[in-house]
Every structure is written in C-alpha cells, then in structure tokens.
C-alpha cells in the first residue's frame, strides 16, 4: 500500500484528501443539517462522484484508508448531534462507519480491478448492498440512507411503495458512480513512471462506449418520474381521522418527581386545549414515554406512595375522558429471570387508554443498540459495564407487532427509532394497521437536524405502505404525513403545543407492504455474484497463463 512518496506523492495525497472532503460535505448537506434544515436533496444525485474518482486513482491497499477516513468524516459531520447524547456516542458511531467504510472501499476498488470496462456498474450494485446491509443485525442504523435525502421530492420517492428506499437510492447513487468512472480520464492523477495520459480513457470516448447504461438509467429515471406525477392522489373526498398530538417541549426523563408532575401538567393542560376545539379529535397521543412513572407497575404494586400517587392523578384524569389516549410508558412487569428468580423487567412500551383502562399494549421491537439494548454480555462483559454504569437504561424487546383497535380506529405506533426501519411499518400493516401512530423523543438531542433527519425517513413509511401517519414527539417534529409523503400539518419545534391533524383513511396494500425488500435482497445478491464472478475469471485467467 502507498499512500503517498515524494513531492508528487504529496500532490496526489491532498488531492485524494480534498475529494474525502468535498464528498463528506456534500453527503452531509444532503440531508437536514444546521445550516440548510430541510437538506439539499439535488447534492445527493452528485456527492460520491469525488469517492468514485478517488478510488481509480488509488491501489487496492491504499482504499482502505480513504475509506476509513470518508467514514468517520462524512458521519462524523451528519450525525454530529449525537455527541450531545453522550460525548463517546459520536465517536462509537464514527468508529463503527469508520470500519464499514475501511471494507467497503476495497470491494469498490476490487470492482473496478476484476471489471476494468463496467465495473462501475458492480459499484452501483455493491453501493446499494451496503446500505441494505448495514440497516440488518444489532448495528442497524438506517440513517444517512441515500434515498432519504430525496424526502422533500415527492415525485422521485413515490417509487418508494414499489421498491422501498432502496429504489430511490439506486436513482441517486448511480450519477456519482457513472461520473466518477468518466471523471477518471480527464482528471487522472500521474502515477509512478507514467504520464497523466497513459491508461486514460477522454470523457467523451467513455460516454460514446458506455452510452447504453447513461440511456437505461435516464429512461429509468423518467419512468419513476412519471409513475412519480401519476401516482400522486387527491385525498380531498377520502374518509379522515382527526389525532390530536401533544408536544410538551422536554426530556421527560430528565429530572426528579417534581419534574415529572410538571410535566404531566403540560401534557394535562395541551391535552385539553386539544380536546375543547371543534369537532373533537378521535384520538389524543403523547410522545414516547411522555409520562414517567410506570403506570401498570406502580397501579399494581404500590411499592413507592409518592409514583403511585401522580400514576393515580393520570389515571383519574383519563377516566373522565371520553376520548381514547395514547400514552409512551415504562412498562414494568414481574417476570422469571434465567435463575428461576422474579424480577423486575422493563419495557419500551404504547399503553392505549379508554376511560382510564389500559385496552391495549405494544412492546418496542427495534431496540436501539448500545443505548437501549446489549446482548452481548457474556462474550463482552466489560462493555456491557461500562454502559451500565453510564447509566444507561436497557429495556427487554417486544414480541408482537401489535395493532390497536378502538372506535373504528385500526393503528400501530412504532416507538421513536422503529419508524427508521421500512420492514417494521410493514408488519404493522401487514397485520392489518390502517394508519402509523410513531411516539418519538428526540428532545435529548437539542437539535432541529436530528428532528428533521428523523422526520425524513418516516415519510418513506407512508409512502411505501400508502398509510396515513402521525408523529407525537417531545419536541419535534409532530406532524401529519398523508400516504403521497406530503406533510399535512406540522408544529413549531421546540414549544410547547398540541396539533390536531386530519388524515385520509386509505387501506389498499402497495407492491413494497407485499413483497418487501426484495429489490435491495436482489441488488445484494447481484453483488454478491458479480464479485464472485469476476475473481472466479481473474483465477481462471491466471491458471490458463501458468499452463502456457
């Protein structure tokens, strides 16, 4: 591996360092961020144009490192809010991209070498693999996606309920593949005892001989436009629902018992400032553990008067209502542990409330890792510790993706980090939810591009299932999201405010709510061959040369 040897060798490392840059920022302004909060959804069709140049004018070893650097860069300025979490929590993050990258690039770079002509096609295809994959397994983490730069775009994302994500993502990501394949010959950088022309193929020979892909992906590209504008419906004559959603503008878990009784407050007071409007809302929803105290817990074993006595001021207050509530809780239950012993064990729970009774309960399915869930104790002890003790609090997972159903009313409510994930709201559907209830607190983040980038990926969930959803959140964004991804209506982020939103009743299923992700399974599996394919020729090539 040579990163760099001599003053040339400098030229050609800062060079390659300033296209890790420009292509880190472009990523990054791609999506919300703090100087653009909606994103600049048309860098995306162009921010790895600089990684794909990089990656032919670098050796095999050497992709390795660009990677590294460009993962834990490009992150590192997309996600810079988590640190505000947690100062170790960007870093884990980074670190983790940082090592994604340092394998993704080589196999970038191996494709190019088995597929000199072509191989950037096998790029686009080893590109979408690795966003699927990432999305799979304890790391899951779908942010930063390409496809939901597009999320403001409604006639390009309409695809979505096709293909997923993933078909919007391969849209946008095969420009930067296609230029930095052209981009090679004209912006080469001279190598050892060579000139900046040798091996170089002129722009415009590139485009005359691979003229055939630019074309497919162009009439692609009108294809989705047009299903795009034709897909589009007016839900103007459709049946609604009317959800009236409180944001109470905290970290409900920060804080004492007086906090959580000021905060109940809030949520008291907006709650009827939503329910005395006209006509009334059919159903009223707080954000993900809005109340803290463990309702069912505290109701049942009274251990501590003064928790029990604000969960009874709640429950008091519920039975007057004639409306039904959503409500985020601490679900604590007496279980057996794998010692035969009982103990207490919690989980990230929806309670549904009607007069006061709890008629219905979700589980968090989705955990988020490190924070929220770590089930390697034993293999790695030392980890497992040291998040204990950083007071984390890890919750037991769900087993059941539960659809709530009450006065007519058919939903599902994925818990804050779930509605990230397309095969979850999916379920949800698939199991008969009719609209998406998403309880979310991103207030710990004190950031409008955390709030916004979360907002981004759960309208790819109306879109690909073609359901109605609504987000409550503890201090953005709360809005309403019609099956087209258009949002209806959305509250001041950072205030304290209910919104009361309509939203069309649909129910027909759409191509992605009945076969999934089948699209990105079959571009991973299309990797997974060409790789194969191509070291398979390059081995047979060798063994017929050593027998002349």
Not at 5 to 33: H, I, M, Q, Y
Not at 361 to 370: C, E, M, N, Q
Not at 422 to 433: D, I, K, P, T
Request: hydrophobic share 45%.
């Amino acid at each position: 591996m040579t990163l760099f040897k001599g003053r040339k060798g400098w030229g050609r490392f800062s060079l390659c360092f300033f296209a890790v840059v420009v292509a880190s920022l472009l990523f990054a302004a791609s999506f919300p961020n703090p100087v653009v909060p909606w994103g600049i959804p048309q860098l995306a069709w162009i921010a790895y144009i600089p990684l794909f140049w990089l990656l032919y004018q670098v050796d095999l070893g050497a992709s390795v490192f660009w990677g590294a650097l460009y993962g834990y860069a490009a992150y590192g300025l997309f996600n810079y809010w988590l640190s505000v979490f947690h100062p170790l929590a960007g870093i884990i993050v980074g670190l983790i991209y940082l090592v994604f990258f340092a394998i993704l690039f080589p196999l970038l770079k191996a494709a190019s070498l088995l597929f000199p002509r072509r191989g950037y096609i096998l790029q686009w295809l080893i590109w979408i693999a690795y966003e699927y994959l990432r999305t799979q397994g304890f790391l899951g983490y779908p942010y930063g996606i390409t496809g939901y730069s597009q999320w403001t775009q409604l006639p390009v994302i309409q695809i979505a309920g096709i293909f997923g994500v993933w078909g919007v993502s391969a849209l946008v990501i095969f420009p930067s593949v296609y230029g930095g394949a052209a981009l090679k010959g004209i912006l080469s950088l001279p190598k050892e005892g060579k000139t900046p022309a040798e091996g170089v193929v002129p722009l415009k020979v590139f485009i005359r001989r691979e003229w055939l892909a630019l074309v497919l992906w162009l009439a692609a590209l009108a294809a989705a436009l047009g299903y795009g504008f034709i897909s589009l419906v007016d839900y103007t004559e459709v049946p609604t629902a009317r959800i009236a959603l409180i944001q109470h503008n905290t970290d409900p878990w920060r804080g004492d018992m007086e906090d959580y009784r000021q905060n109940f407050r809030v949520l008291r007071r907006l709650s009827q400032e939503a329910l005395e409007g006209e006509p009334k809302p059919d159903l009223v929803v707080w954000s993900e553990t809005a109340f803290v105290p463990r309702i069912y817990w505290h109701e049942t074993y009274r251990d501590d008067q003064e928790s029990y006595a604000l969960v009874k001021e709640l429950l008091d207050y519920l039975k007057n209502q004639e409306v039904p509530f959503v409500i985020g809780n601490d679900d604590a239950r007496l279980e057996v542990n794998n010692r035969g012993q009982w103990e207490r064990v919690d989980y990230n729970a929806v309670m549904l409330f009607n007069r006061g009774e709890i008629t219905g309960l979700y589980r968090k399915l989705h955990l988020v890792p490190f924070t929220e869930y770590f089930p390697y104790e034993k293999q790695l002890p030392w980890v497992y510790n040291a998040l204990k003790n950083a007071d984390t609090h890890f919750w037991k997972k769900g087993r059941e993706a539960t659809v709530f159903s009450i006065n007519g009313l058919k939903f599902s409510s994925p818990i804050c980090f779930e509605d990230t994930f397309g095969y979850l709201s999916r379920e949800f559907v698939r199991n008969g939810a009719e609209f998406i209830v998403n309880l979310s607190n991103d207030a710990w983040s004190k950031s409008l591009s955390a709030q916004m980038q979360h907002l981004s990926m759960a309208v790819f969930r109306a879109v690909e299932n073609r359901r109605s959803m609504v987000r409550s959140t503890a201090s953005g964004q709360t809005c309403g999201i019609d099956p087209n991804g258009r949002i209806l209506a959305m509250a001041e982020p950072f205030a304290e405010t209910q919104l009361t939103v309509e939203i069309p009743m649909v129910k027909p299923n759409s191509w992605y709510t009945k076969y999934g992700d089948f699209f990105a399974q079959l571009c991973t599996a299309a990797a997974v061959l060409g790789l194969f394919a191509g070291l398979g020729g390059r081995i047979i090539k060798m063994l017929k040369g050593r027998k002349r």
